[in-house]
């Protein structure tokens, strides 16, 4: 069974760009979570789609941050215009309601200079 | 507010010997813990978990405690081999299984041939 796949692995922009970043959960997960891990942190969620359609977005700072998951598979999280403080491992992971565990990818590490 | 703490940045043990890693949390709907390992470029990936009616849950070599009164969960790594040798985040949930997760720092554990 194919993992979540997430590309790039890495990005490093100037502060003001645009990035996205697409990940693809395991297939027949419903759930698809985004994660924001700064270093010497744990993840911390930022939005949570059951479906296409967004459960959880209370920590995504939607000023800047947007994720869509249209079609209910896979999903893209972009940010814009990006902070030096935006610098972290944004991780993917997926999985079905009642499971009990979360799968995640192997994350983009975002640099912004 | 940290929800999850993981007092201790590392911990060092030598092959063969017991590792215990030790997670507080002050959420009192919190009723479901789980740790992960994090090898470096990798995602985490689900090591164990245990519910609030539980106060011990084992799977060979890992085995979670719970002390609910105290707020707090611990890992033992039971004997130590040097590929235990990762970060490992402490995680927990108000829902009864795996969604909103909220995570500990995390404790990278070395464990020395």
């Known amino acids: 069974e194919a993992g979540v796949a997430q590309s790039p692995r890495y990005k490093i922009i100037e502060k003001r760009q645009s990035v996205a970043f697409w990940c693809n959960p395991i297939?027949?997960?419903?759930?698809l979570y985004w994660y924001q891990q700064i270093l010497g942190q744990g993840p911390k969620l930022l939005i949570q789609?059951?479906?296409?359609?967004?459960?959880?977005d209370s920590q995504l700072p939607k000023d800047r941050f947007s994720a869509e998951r249209l079609k209910g598979v896979d999903s893209t999280l972009k940010i814009q215009p990006a902070k030096l403080e935006d610098s972290a491992v944004y991780l993917c992971a997926s999985n079905n309601k009642g499971v009990d565990t979360q799968y995640f990818g192997p994350g983009t590490r975002l640099t912004v200079l | 507010d940290q929800q999850v703490k993981q007092n201790s940045p590392s911990l060092s043990v030598q092959e063969g010997r017991i590792s215990i890693l030790n997670c507080d949390y002050t959420?009192?709907?919190?009723?479901?813990f789980l740790w992960y390992k994090k090898y470096p470029a990798e995602g985490p990936t689900f090591l164990i978990s245990i519910s609030s009616i539980k106060d011990k849950n084992e799977d060979g070599r890992f085995t979670v405690f719970l002390n609910k009164s105290a707020k707090h969960l611990s890992l033992h790594i039971v004997p130590s081999q040097p590929g235990d040798s990762a970060v490992y985040f402490c995680a927990a949930s108000p829902q009864g299984g795996s969604e909103k997760l909220v995570f500990g720092k995390g404790t990278k554990l070395t464990v020395n041939p």
């Open positions: 297939s027949g997960h419903a759930t």
């Open positions: 959420n009192s709907m919190f009723d479901y």
């Open positions: 789609f059951q479906n296409n359609g967004v459960v959880d």
